[in-house]
């Protein structure tokens, strides 16, 4: 049996429409405009013909999660997110002696926090970035945003992806 790689295709309007839509219940009106631009090419289930992988000029901006419906972002995706998003919105900025580590994927913990915005709830997108906004990993709140800045100790943040993964 030989297995064949899924190809990128041009996405069709309604799924564009779709994917548009997630995003902007996910983060807010507008950020389905400003991350998927009507040229994006997108990865579909060869069983279901549902989009799993969304991409633009090659590079993955986002997945579509099977278990919630939910967008899980790339680190492209993340920063072309930023452009539409003011800070501090679903955004963690970390301390710099730890933002190497952070770039490897490795996840985030409370005492690494620096600030963060009050509104994550756990189980949220965030964006991981350093002092200068500039996006260093992606991952899934463990903590709500006030809790990843008070607390010390534990988890604040799974990182998916980092710059340098």
């Known amino acids: 049996m030989s297995s ?3 190809t990128c295709r041009r996405i069709t309007n309604d799924d564009l429409i779709r994917i548009r839509a997630v995003a902007n219940y996910q983060f807010g009106a ?4 400003a991350l998927f631009s009507d040229g994006v090419m997108a990865i579909k289930s060869r069983k279901t013909g549902k989009v799993k992988g969304i991409y633009h000029k ?3 901006l986002a997945t579509l999660r099977p278990s919630d419906g939910y967008l899980a972002l790339s680190v492209d995706g993340a920063c072309q997110l930023t452009k539409s998003l003011y800070p501090p ?13 952070i ?14 915005d009050p509104e994550i709830r756990p189980g949220e997108e965030v964006l991981i970035t350093d002092s200068k906004d500039h996006v260093v990993a992606v991952g899934r709140a463990v903590l709500n945003g006030r809790e990843m800045k008070r607390f ?14």
Request: proline letters at 2%.
């Open 4 to 6: 064949v790689a899924p």
């Open 30 to 33: 507008g950020c389905g405009e």
């Open 58 to 60: 090659g590079k993955l």
């Open 89 to 101: 919105r679903y955004r963690v900025v970390v301390q710099d002696d730890v933002l190497e580590f």
């Open 103 to 116: 770039k490897q994927g490795r996840n985030l913990f409370s005492k690494h926090v620096v600030s963060a």
């Open 152 to 165: 010390k100790t534990g988890l604040a943040a799974k990182v998916r992806r980092g710059e340098g993964d």
